[in-house]
Each structure stands twice: as structure tokens, then as C-alpha cells.
């Protein structure tokens, strides 16, 4: 925990807790972070790195269906997860899928600017 910390508190005072879901690490869990977790999925190791955690830690956000393992199977969990929190409770699931995916470009580059940064 001490090392998220440390590189957490540089990058955000608004929020210190591990939040399950909240891949992108801004304190909120939303369709942005379907696309985080595809990004992360595409490299955990990298992930891990730019985000400072362990895989304890790891687990913590991105283990979604409890099984222990950060895989494909936990972007259902992600989904699922989207579909029961007040973000989803204004739009159908599906037209939350399609505003993740339109999005999910803008965010893909996003995190590769942060990623880079963190990995200087
Ligand atoms: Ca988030
Ligand atoms: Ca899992």
C-alpha cells in the first residue's frame, strides 16, 4: 500500500482509496474505465508500473469477478459492475457500450501520454 500511496498522492489529493473498477485511477467508476481496463489488460505489467501498484493492489481494482486473476472475463465484471451504479441508472447499457467505444481512442492516447510520463 505504501508505495500506490506515496505515487498517488503526487498525482491526486481528491482520493486516496483503491476503488474496485475504477481503473483510470480518477476516483470514479465509468465507461472510461472499460477502456483503462482494456489498455491494462493489453499489458498489466505495464499497467501496474504507471499506476504504482502491486499485484495485490492490482486485484483490488481490476479483479471484478473475484477469481483471483486479472483477465478478458473481468471486463464482463467491469460491465456488470456499470450496470448497477448511478452512472448507468440514466442509460441503457448498450448506449453506455457505444459511448465507451467512441470514446475509447481519445482515452487509449490519453493513457499512453500518461503512461510514458510515468515510465520516464
Ligand atoms: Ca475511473
Ligand atoms: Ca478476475
Redesign the pocket.
Known amino acids: 500500500m505504501g508505495r500506490f500511496q506515496a505515487v498517488y498522492d503526487e498525482r491526486s489529493d481528491t482520493e486516496n482509496l483503491l476503488l474496485p473498477g475504477d481503473l483510470n485511477d480518477d476516483g470514479q467508476v465509468n465507461a472510461a474505465d472499460l477502456s483503462a481496463m482494456m489498455a491494462a489488460l493489453a499489458d498489466l505489467t505495464g499497467y501496474e508500473s504507471a499506476y504504482g501498484l502491486s499485484d495485490s493492489e492490482l ?1 483490488t481494482i ?10 478478458n ?2 471486463i464482463q ?1 467491469l460491465i456488470n459492475l456499470l450496470a448497477t451504479s448511478d452512472f448507468v441508472a440514466a442509460a441503457e447499457p448498450s448506449a453506455l457500450l457505444l459511448a465507451a467505444v467512441g470514446v475509447s481512442g481519445l482515452i487509449v492516447a490519453h493513457l499512453r501520454r500518461t503512461f510514458t510520463y510515468f515510465l520516464l
Not at 481490476?62 to 483477465?71: F, H, Q
Open positions: 486485484l481490476a479483479d471484478l469477478n473475484g477469481d483471483r486473476r486479472v483477465t472475463a473481468d465484471g
